[in-house]
């Protein structure tokens, strides 16, 4: 055996383990996953149904207004987050900021606590005598309490705050990291030349952060449609299935209804329908050549 022949077999050996665990608990689930979305029946009595579950996504009530909440957090969301998390590292990143440790620390912290506990959490401070309409009341700003919880309206808007306190520092973390490799001769340049603040950030942060931008948008966009445990545990997807995401659907698909575990694959594959979609599609519009 040649040394080349050596060289290569040791590396196989080293990333074969990798290769067999990817294989196994990625791609043959989504085989099995794709396999089982063209199955339907009761538990685990299934028959081979072709693409009939597909066609039922168009005249499934129950899914198009889980599509359209999911649509909702989703265009509402994201873009707020996108811009507050990039507000707020430009603000982090000023050098005459003082305890700016404090502050980072502060912003990233609600990225690790616990999905459960903090909309647990969120429910209670929403309450309709929740701390959130007191202190409101306190403050005159409204006169009766806020049904934040139990208003179709109000609901969203309770899980858009609820998602935007969680993921503002895990974006603000991305952009600041960024902020931070960009060279300061850049901006003494553009101050030098007369550019105002308001210049250097829209004509040199923002272009210079795009692939940033782009990544955040994605993995947001990505997030909000696999949105599950604020929803689950903050309203129940109420009131009236006003505020059901995609992914909780799946979830009383499998184990709320009577379980139909092939329409459910069906419903998880068009969320990976509808991922691939947006990426591709924010790609275009970021310009990426190879989006």
């Known amino acids: 055996m040649s040394i080349q022949a050596k060289t290569n077999a040791i590396g196989w050996s080293f ?24 199955q339907s029946g009761r538990g685990m009595n299934l028959q081979f149904v072709g693409l009939d579950n597909y066609v039922r996504l168009f005249t499934d009530s129950m899914f198009i207004a889980a599509v359209k909440n999911t649509f909702i957090y ?31 620390t502060a912003i990233f912290l609600p990225c690790v606590t616990s999905l459960v506990a903090y909309s647990v959490i969120f429910k209670y401070l929403f309450a309709a005598d929740g701390l959130v309409n007191t202190m409101l009341m306190k403050v005159s700003i409204i006169s009766a ?40 001769s850049i901006y003494e340049a553009a101050r030098i030349d007369g550019a105002s603040a308001f210049k250097q950030f829209f004509q040199i942060t923002i272009p210079l952060l795009k692939p940033i931008i782009l990544f955040t948008s994605i993995t947001s966009t990505i997030g909000t449609l696999q949105l599950f445990d604020e929803v689950m545990n903050i309203t129940g997807g109420g009131p009236g299935n006003a505020t059901t995401s995609i992914s909780q659907y799946i979830y009383n698909l499998s ?10 694959a069906t419903v998880s594959y068009a969320i990976v329908v509808l991922i691939v979609i947006f990426s591709v599609l924010q790609f275009k519009a970021a310009g990426d050549r190879n989006g």
């Open 74 to 104: 989703l265009i509402v969301q994201v873009p707020i987050m996108i811009i507050l998390g990039l507000f707020i590292s430009v603000l982090l990143n000023d050098s005459r900021l003082k305890f700016k440790g404090f502050f980072r």
């Open 255 to 264: 184990f709320k209804y009577t379980p139909d575990f092939g329409y459910a």
């Open 15 to 38: 990333i074969s383990v990798a290769v067999i665990m990817i294989c196994v608990f990625y791609f043959y689930p989504m085989v099995q996953a794709l396999i089982l979305s063209l």
């Open 145 to 184: 309490p806020i049904q934040w919880i139990t208003d179709p309206f109000w609901a969203k808007i309770t899980i858009i705050i609820a998602i935007t306190w969680r993921w503002t520092g895990y974006n603000m973390i991305f952009y600041l990291s960024a902020l931070q490799n960009i060279d300061n």
